[in-house]
C-alpha cells in the first residue's frame, strides 16, 4: 500500500512540476511519445470555442497536420507538418489577436532530395509579451503561420494560417544558462549565466527552458555580452525524467555533427545541465545525441 502511494505521488509530481514522462529508474536510449502526450493534452477553457477541424490546414507548398484549426493548446505548442521548400528552411510566427508579432523563427524540413516533401516537427514556446516589447499578452486568441520566406525578396510564400486559443494566459518564469565574456572574461569553459524568461505558464517547463535554450540569445542578451556554444540548429527531441531524478535529453540537428574540442562539449554541457538543475525534482542530467549515448565529444 505505501509502495503504491509513493509510486502515485511521483507520478503527479513529475506531471505537474515537471511536464516530464516518468520513466524507470533505467532510461532507455529510445525516445518515447508519453512526453509529447502529457504535453499536449490541452485544458478545456471555459468559453465558446468552435471544435477544431480535422482536415490539415495546407497551402501549396506547406502542410500543418497538429496542431488542428482552431484548437486548444498549451505551452509549449507542438508544430508537426510536411513542406517542400527551398533549402528546406521553414518559417514560423505567432501573432496575437491584434495581428501582432509574438514570437518567430525556422525549422527544417527533412526532405531527401531537392524538390520533394519533408516533414518537419518543432516546438513552439509563448512568451508572456509581444516580440521585442513589454506588451502583455491579453487575449488567448492567437495565429501561428507556417510559410517560407522569398529567396528574392524575403515575403511570404506559401503561407499556412493556423487560428489557435491558448488556454490560460498566467505567466511564469524560467531561468536558461548562457556564457558571458564580460561576467567571465577568462573564458572558462563551463563558468555560466542565467537570465530569466517570462513565458505563459506552462505543465512542462524543463520542455520549454530547453526549447528556449536551443533557441539561442534575444538580442537585448546579445547586446549584454550573453552567448551560447550550442550550434545553430540544434533540435529537442525528447525528454523525460526516470524515478531517482535523471534526466535524459536527446538532442539532434547540427550537434550531431563533429565538435571542435572539449572545451566546447563542456560549455554545451554546462548550458543544458545548468538550465535543467534549476528544477528541483532533477539531480542528474543524461545528454543523448540522436539516441546515442556518449556521443557528445570533441
Same mark, same amino acid.
Given at each position: ?30 525516445? #518515447? ?26 497551402? *501549396?507548398?506547406?502542410?500543418?497536420? *497538429? ?7 498549451? #505551452? ?10 527551398? *533549402? ?52 488567448? #486568441? ?44 577568462? %573564458? ?10 517570462? %513565458? ?70 554546462? *548550458?543544458?545541465? #545548468? ?24
Amino acid at each position: 500500500m505505501k509502495n503504491s502511494f509513493l509510486k502515485v505521488f511521483f507520478l503527479l509530481t513529475c506531471l505537474v512540476f515537471t511536464g516530464f514522462s516518468c520513466q524507470s529508474a533505467s532510461v532507455s536510449n529510445k525516445t #518515447n511519445n508519453s512526453v509529447s502526450n502529457t504535453v499536449n493534452s490541452a485544458p478545456t477553457v471555459n468559453a465558446a470555442v468552435t471544435p477544431p477541424t480535422n482536415i490539415p490546414v495546407a497551402s *501549396e507548398n506547406i502542410s500543418v497536420s *497538429e496542431p488542428l484549426l482552431k484548437a486548444v493548446v498549451s #505551452n509549449p505548442i507542438h508544430v508537426v507538418g510536411q513542406a517542400r521548400v527551398f *533549402e528546406n528552411v521553414v518559417s514560423w510566427r505567432i501573432k496575437d489577436a491584434g495581428g501582432k508579432i509574438i514570437t518567430s523563427g525556422t525549422t527544417e524540413a527533412a526532405a531527401s532530395d531537392m524538390g520533394q516533401f519533408g516533414p518537419f516537427d518543432f516546438w513552439v514556446v509563448v512568451p508572456a509579451s509581444l516580440f521585442a516589447s513589454d506588451v502583455a499578452l491579453t487575449n488567448k #486568441n492567437i495565429t501561428l503561420e507556417v510559410f517560407q520566406a522569398s529567396a528574392k525578396d524575403g515575403s511570404d510564400k506559401d503561407l499556412v494560417s493556423v487560428p489557435l486559443v491558448l488556454d490560460r494566459l498566467d505567466t511564469t518564469d524560467l531561468k536558461v544558462y548562457f556564457h558571458n565574456n564580460k561576467m567571465d572574461p577568462e %573564458i572558462t569553459c563551463t563558468t555560466v549565466y542565467s537570465v530569466t524568461r517570462k %513565458i505563459i505558464a506552462t505543465a512542462s517547463p524543463a520542455r520549454a527552458a530547453m526549447i528556449l535554450l536551443l533557441q539561442g540569445t534575444t538580442s537585448l542578451e546579445t547586446a549584454n555580452h550573453y552567448s551560447t556554444v550550442i550550434p545553430f540548429r540544434s533540435y529537442l527531441k525528447d525528454i523525460s525524467l526516470s524515478v531517482d531524478g535523471v534526466v535524459t535529453v536527446d538532442l539532434d540537428g547540427v550537434i550531431a555533427a563533429p565538435l571542435g574540442g572539449s572545451c566546447l562539449v563542456s560549455g554545451i554541457s554546462a *548550458e543544458i545541465e #545548468n538550465t535543467l538543475k534549476q528544477f528541483s525534482t532533477v539531480k542528474e542530467v543524461k545528454i543523448l545525441i540522436d539516441g546515442k549515448a556518449d556521443a557528445l565529444q570533441p
